[in-house]
Structures are given as structure tokens and as C-alpha cells.
């Protein structure tokens, strides 16, 4: 069972495009990190959210945190071929666990 | 991934051989762990260990034994493989002072046929 809940699964895009993707959970966190993954590497880190209702913005990537801190968001703008990969959302338990999300797959076609 | 290396990079079992995937760090982290990445799916912690000489049970351990002998280096290893274990697997460290950061190694990619 993921304590993390993402969605979409898939999402596939004309360049341009803005989109929004989601983590949810039951239980109430933290903090949580969003994680970006190319084909073939392992994954890294984009951000921390530690406070609810924080915005972070990243260029074009814009994260928030609910105010309940039990689930997070992030929106990209103006989506490029480059924003391709696999977004996975974490957290830690029990300080020493971090578990992932089951991932959103985007790709942004030219 | 410069400070985290892993090997080999491919490796392609039989199902009942065992062998060892080796990680290393050129810090000095604490903290270290393995994961594996089934197709289509988020990462999954396998053990972890937060110093030399310990290690501890992450969600999927069954299967693997580990060890941390040395602070630079974190062990996985497999007894007899099963093709249930096809994956990518990952080490990581997790950076100190920084929101507790994990920073991944490249992966090994296992094929248990």
C-alpha cells in the first residue's frame, strides 16, 4: 500500500501546454519532495515543502503544499520537450523511510 | 552521480544465483539505502543503514541481505535470485543540513531469468 497517492499516471502533451499534477495522502506529513527522473538515471531532487500552504517556484514549475499538509501539487507552464521524465512525490517516515509515490510519466512532444 | 557509484551496471542472473551489487560514496554520509524500480512504478526501499555496522528493513526486504561493513560502501545482496526480482535498483545517500535530500546513484539494472 503507498502512503502516496499521484495522478495522473500519464500524461502526454503538444509543447506549450500547461499541466498540473497531483499527490495526495490520508495522513497528514511534514514535509514533502518532488522528485524528476530521465530514462535512465536514478532520481532528483527539485524540491522541499515543509510548510502548508507554501508556493515554491522552480523557472516554470510551480509546487504547492495544501494547507493541510496531506497533499501537494505541481504545475508546470509552457511545458518543452525538456520537462519530459517521470515526477515522483516523497516523503519520510518514521525519519529514516523515505517512501515514493507511484509516479506521473509526462511527455511533451514537439 | 559523481558522488555515488554503483556496479555493475547490467548484470543478467539465473534464477537461484546469488550475487552482491556494490555501492560507494566519496563523502561522508551516514545514511545510505537501496531501492528498486519496477517498470511503470515509483521507487521502493529496500533496507537502509544510517552509520557503519547498521542497517534495518525498508518495504520490500525479502529476499536481500545487506551490509554496511564500511562507511563508504553499502552492500545488497541477493541469496538465490527469483525473476519476481527483475528491477532497477538504486543506492542513495541522504546529504545532511539540506531538508534531508537524497542523492541517487545511477542504478543497476537486474534481469533474473
Known amino acids: 500500500t503507498q502512503l502516496l497517492e499521484q495522478s495522473p499516471q500519464f500524461l502526454s502533451i503538444q509543447e506549450g501546454e500547461n499541466l498540473t499534477v497531483y499527490c495526495n495522502s490520508s495522513?497528514?506529513?511534514?514535509?514533502l519532495q518532488w522528485y524528476r527522473q530521465e530514462p535512465g538515471e536514478g532520481p532528483v531532487l527539485l524540491v522541499t515543502?515543509?510548510?502548508?500552504?507554501e508556493v515554491k517556484k522552480l523557472k516554470r514549475l510551480t509546487f504547492q503544499f495544501g494547507d493541510a499538509r496531506k497533499d501537494s501539487s505541481l504545475h508546470i507552464t509552457a511545458a518543452q520537450p525538456g520537462d519530459t521524465g517521470l515526477y515522483l512525490c516523497?516523503?519520510?517516515?518514521?525519519?529514516?523511510?523515505?517512501?515514493f509515490g507511484g509516479g506521473t510519466r509526462l511527455m511533451v512532444k514537439p | 552521480n559523481a558522488g555515488v557509484t554503483q556496479t555493475p551496471k547490467f548484470q543478467v542472473l539465473k534464477t537461484g544465483q546469488s550475487m552482491t551489487l556494490q555501492c560507494a560514496q566519496d563523502?561522508?554520509?551516514?545514511?545510505m539505502s537501496w531501492y528498486r524500480q519496477d517498470p511503470g512504478m515509483g521507487l521502493r526501499l529496500i533496507h537502509y543503514s544510517v552509520g557503519e555496522g547498521t542497517t534495518a528493513k525498508g518495504e520490500v526486504p525479502d529476499g536481500y541481505n545487506v551490509s554496511r561493513l564500511k562507511k563508504q560502501n553499502f552492500l545488497l545482496g541477493l541469496e538465490s535470485a527469483a525473476p519476481s526480482q527483475t528491477s532497477v535498483y538504486f543506492c542513495?545517500?541522504?546529504?545532511?543540513?539540506?531538508?534531508?535530500?537524497?542523492?541517487f546513484g545511477p542504478g543497476t539494472r537486474l534481469t533474473v531469468t
Open positions: 495522513s497528514v506529513f511534514s514535509s
Open positions: 542513495a545517500i541522504r546529504l545532511t543540513g539540506t531538508n534531508y535530500e537524497q542523492y
Open positions: 515543502v515543509v510548510t502548508g500552504g
Open positions: 516523497a516523503r519520510w517516515v518514521a525519519g529514516n523511510m523515505l517512501t
Open positions: 563523502m561522508n554520509h551516514e545514511y
